[in-house]
C-alpha cells in the first residue's frame, strides 16, 4: 500500500530535533549506572544512552557527553549530574538507542 509506505518513510525521515527541558529531576541512585571504556574512562548508562565523562567541576557536578558526538553524528546531547542525580539533560539525540553498544559491555564482563 503506497499510502503505508509514504507514512513509514516520512517517519524515518523526521528526525527528532525538539531538545528536551532541563528540568532538574531526582534520579533513584540505583537507576544511574556506570561503567569503563575500552580506553579506561568513565562511563555513563542512563535510559539505554552511553555518555563519556566530559568534565568534573569543582561543586561536584559532573558533565556528560554522548559517546556519538565523537562520529560523525556529532551527536548534542549531555547530561549534568552531582552526586548521583541528574541535574539537567541537555537536547535530544540523534540515533538509536545504545543497546547494541551497552549490551556488548555486559557481555565481556561475563
Given at each position: 500500500n503506497p499510502a503505508v509506505l509514504t507514512a513509514v518513510t516520512e517517519t524515518k525521515i523526521v528526525p527528532e530535533t525538539?531538545?528536551?527541558?532541563?528540568?532538574?529531576?531526582k534520579t533513584n541512585p540505583k537507576t544511574l549506572q556506570y561503567t569503563v571504556s575500552t580506553h579506561g574512562s568513565l562511563q555513563l548508562i542512563l535510559?539505554?544512552?552511553?555518555?563519556?565523562?566530559?568534565?568534573?567541576?569543582?561543586?561536584?557536578t559532573r558533565q556528560?557527553?554522548?559517546?556519538?558526538?565523537?562520529t560523525k553524528t556529532k551527536c548534542p546531547a549531555f547530561v549534568i549530574t552531582r552526586d548521583n542525580m541528574v541535574l539537567q539533560r541537555i537536547q535530544a539525540h540523534k540515533h538509536p538507542f545504545h543497546d547494541k553498544k551497552i549490551l556488548k559491555k555486559m557481555m565481556s564482563k561475563n
Open positions: 525538539k531538545p528536551e527541558i532541563p528540568i532538574p529531576e535510559n539505554r544512552f552511553l555518555y563519556y565523562l566530559k568534565n568534573t567541576k569543582i561543586d561536584r556528560w557527553r554522548c559517546v556519538d558526538y565523537l
